[in-house]
C-alpha cells in the first residue's frame, strides 16, 4: 500500500511538470503504458493472498483511475493553452488587401472543340464516344479497309499489336453506333486520335470529329446543306467554301472540303506556308456512306442511305484564330495560351 501512495506523489510530482502535451503523453506511458509502473504493479496482485489482494486491487484501480482523469484533464488544458498561442502569433490582419491569384481558361482546342459540338447540337446532332485503342476491325476493314489494303499506308497507323490500334480517325465510333442502334441516325463523335505525323500543321495525336447522318432518301445535298451550315456558322456568312472530288474507302462518292485561306498575303516574303499559294485550306472530308460499310454493320443499303463526314479540330482551330503552326497549341508557352 505504502508503494502505491509513493507512486502516486511520484506522479503528481511529474504531471506538475508537464508544459506540453507531448509531456503528458510522455507521462501516461511512464504509468499507465503496456510496460508502465501501474503494470507492473498489477504483476504483484498474484503474490499476495486473498484478504491482501482484494484490497490492494481496489486501491490500485482507484490509483489508475485518478492518473488517468489528471492525464486527460492537463493534455486538454496544455492543448488549449497551444491552441490559443498559436492563434496569437499567427493571426492574419483582414484589413490587408489580398493577393491576386491569376485563373486559368479553357486551352483552345478545347474551346474550339466545344464551339464545333455546340453548333452540330443545336442542327440536331447527337454526340457519341468510343475507344482510343481500337480494334483493326472497327479501325479498318469494317470500314471497307481489308488487310494489305493500300489506303492503310495513308493512316501511318501506331499499332498496339496485330489486331489492335491506336485509332486513325473517330470513325470506328459510327460503326459501333450502328451496330447498336438502328436509323435514323444522326450524332458527332468527337475525340482523340493517333497518326506517325508531325510538322506545321500536323501532330502525332490530335483530335477528330466524325459525323454520321443515316435515314431514308438522304443524299449528297443533305451532306452539303449541313457542312456549308456548320462552316458558316464557325467562320462567318462569307467564308468561300468549295468541294472538291476526293476518295475515301468507306464513302462513294466522296469530296474534301476547302475554306479560303487567311494567311495568304501575311508571310514575310510572300509565299503562303500553310495553302503553298493555292489560297484554299483542306478543312475535312466527307462523302456518303459506302453501301458495304452499311452491310459490315448490320445496316441495309437497300432501304437506307448516309452520309459521313470527319474534321480535324486543330486545323479549325488554326484558321479560327490565324495560327500558322499547329505546334505551338502543344508547347504550352503561357504567352501563348494568355492570349485566348
Given at each position: 500500500m505504502a508503494s502505491l501512495q509513493e507512486l502516486k506523489q511520484q506522479f503528481l510530482a511529474d504531471i506538475g511538470r508537464c508544459s506540453t502535451a507531448a509531456d503528458v503523453e510522455a507521462a501516461r506511458v511512464k504509468y499507465l503504458g503496456r510496460k508502465g509502473l501501474l503494470?507492473?504493479?498489477?504483476?504483484?496482485?498474484?503474490?499476495?493472498s486473498p484478504d491482501e489482494r482484494k484490497a490492494f486491487g481496489r486501491d490500485l484501480n482507484e490509483l489508475k483511475n485518478f492518473i488517468g482523469d489528471e492525464i486527460a484533464s492537463k493534455g486538454t488544458s496544455l492543448k488549449g493553452q497551444e491552441l490559443k498561442k498559436k492563434?496569437?502569433?499567427e493571426s492574419i490582419d483582414v484589413t490587408l488587401p489580398g493577393s491576386f491569384t491569376p485563373y486559368g481558361s479553357e486551352h483552345p482546342i478545347s474551346q474550339t472543340l466545344n464551339e464545333i459540338i455546340d453548333i452540330f447540337t443545336r442542327m440536331g446532332f447527337g454526340v457519341e464516344e468510343g475507344p482510343e485503342v481500337e480494334l483493326?476491325?472497327?479501325?479498318f476493314e469494317a470500314l471497307n479497309i481489308p488487310k494489305d489494303h493500300p489506303?492503310?499506308?495513308?493512316?501511318?497507323?501506331?499499332?498496339?499489336?496485330d489486331d489492335s490500334v491506336l485509332r486513325t480517325h473517330t470513325s470506328p465510333v459510327q460503326i459501333r453506333v450502328m451496330e447498336k442502334k438502328k436509323p435514323p441516325l444522326r450524332f458527332i463523335a468527337p475525340g482523340k486520335v493517333y497518326r506517325h505525323d508531325a510538322d506545321v500543321s500536323h501532330t502525332p495525336m490530335f483530335h477528330q470529329v466524325e459525323g454520321l447522318m443515316v435515314d431514308t432518301d438522304i443524299s449528297f445535298s443533305h451532306l452539303k446543306g449541313v457542312l456549308e451550315e456548320f462552316l458558316h456558322r464557325m467562320f462567318g456568312p462569307d467564308v468561300p467554301v468549295r468541294f472538291r472530288p476526293s476518295f475515301f474507302p468507306f464513302t462513294e462518292p466522296s469530296a474534301e472540303v476547302d475554306i479560303g485561306c487567311k494567311f495568304c498575303g501575311s508571310s514575310v516574303d510572300g509565299a503562303c506556308r500553310v495553302c503553298k499559294d493555292t489560297?484554299?485550306?483542306?478543312?475535312?472530308?466527307?462523302?456518303?456512306?459506302?453501301?458495304?460499310?452499311?452491310?459490315m454493320a448490320g445496316v441495309d443499303p437497300e432501304k437506307y442511305s448516309g452520309f459521313a463526314f470527319?474534321?480535324?479540330?486543330?486545323r479549325i482551330a488554326m484558321l479560327k484564330y490565324s495560327i500558322d503552326d499547329l505546334r505551338l497549341f502543344f508547347?504550352?508557352?503561357l504567352r501563348?495560351?494568355?492570349q485566348f
Open positions: 503494470t507492473e504493479q498489477m504483476k504483484l496482485i498474484g503474490t499476495l492563434l496569437a502569433t483493326d476491325h472497327y479501325n489506303a492503310r499506308d495513308m493512316q501511318d497507323t501506331f499499332y498496339i499489336s489560297e484554299w485550306i483542306e478543312i475535312l472530308g466527307a462523302g456518303m456512306v459506302n453501301p458495304r460499310v452499311f452491310e470527319g474534321m480535324g479540330v486543330e508547347e504550352n508557352d501563348f495560351l494568355r
